[in-house]
């Protein structure tokens, strides 16, 4: 089964720094997606930023970039000038690879790291 | 935009209690999932769904059960609600496509068993 491991349960950025927030994995897969949501105090998941394995380029969203590392399965997340409204729970996922007969495996999730801002 | 909507955003039960969770997603995707979200836990899968009728077990499926009868609805079912099963209930939905791999979330729903 994979794992998702988060070890920062809480991290503290002063507003417009750079903050990274760490994510490993454990898979025997080859093929696979990597993805960091973000849930904010309304509760709403919100994709931040997707990675499929196969690709060797970091993904880069704005501000937002992931440092892929495949071989270590390392996925951080970093942030760069950073804003009030980046203030909530990071969740890094995973998931297999879509079954070519259709199905379905579901995410699977860390624990999550709060993220405060600090103005 | 796709939207997934799930029928409360607070629920209050009594134990013992047969409860029903209802999410149902506009877009046509093929799978419906329920996960349940605890402090220092994250989100842990409970049951999802690939096709009507489908559904298979995820982490944690004791204590609850699922339903698809139809592809925009995905319920979720707890026979007799536990203390223990105060929580907080997401939905989420996505396709099956090679590259479609984004799960769509409802807004969730915050259930305490009393």
């Known amino acids: 089964a994979q794992t998702v491991t988060q070890s920062q349960p809480e991290m503290s950025v002063q507003e417009a720094e750079t903050v990274t927030l760490s994510c490993t994995y454990d898979?025997?897969?080859?093929?696979?997606?990597l993805f960091w949501y973000k849930q904010p105090p309304s509760r709403q998941m919100i994709l931040v930023i997707r990675?499929?394995?196969?690709?060797?380029q970091n993904a880069t969203e704005n501000r937002f970039s992931v440092n892929f590392q495949k071989a270590a399965k390392s996925f951080s997340l970093k942030i760069s000038d950073s804003q009030l409204g980046d203030a909530a729970m990071y969740f890094c996922a995973y998931r297999t690879a879509p079954l070519a007969g259709g199905g379905a495996d579901g995410l699977t999730f860390g624990k999550g790291t709060h993220l405060i801002i600090q103005p | 935009d796709v939207k997934v909507t799930q029928s409360s955003r607070y629920l209050v039960k009594r134990t013992g209690e047969k409860v029903f969770l209802e999410c149902v997603q506009d877009?046509?995707?093929?799978?419906m999932f329920w996960y349940r979200q605890d402090p220092g836990l994250g989100l842990r899968l409970i049951y999802f769904?690939?096709?009507?009728?489908?559904?298979e077990k995820g982490d944690i499926p004791e204590g609850y059960s699922v339903s698809r009868e139809k592809k925009e609805r995905f319920s979720l079912i707890l026979e007799s609600a536990s203390t223990n099963q105060t929580s907080m209930y997401l939905c989420?939905?996505?396709?099956?496509?090679?590259?479609?791999?984004?799960?769509?979330f409802g807004q969730g729903t915050r259930l305490t068993v009393v």
């Open positions: 898979t025997s897969e080859s093929d696979y997606y």
């Open positions: 989420a939905s996505s396709l099956s496509r090679e590259g479609e791999t984004e799960a769509f």
């Open positions: 990675q499929e394995a196969y690709k060797q």
């Open positions: 877009m046509d995707h093929e799978n």
């Open positions: 769904s690939y096709d009507v009728k489908m559904k």
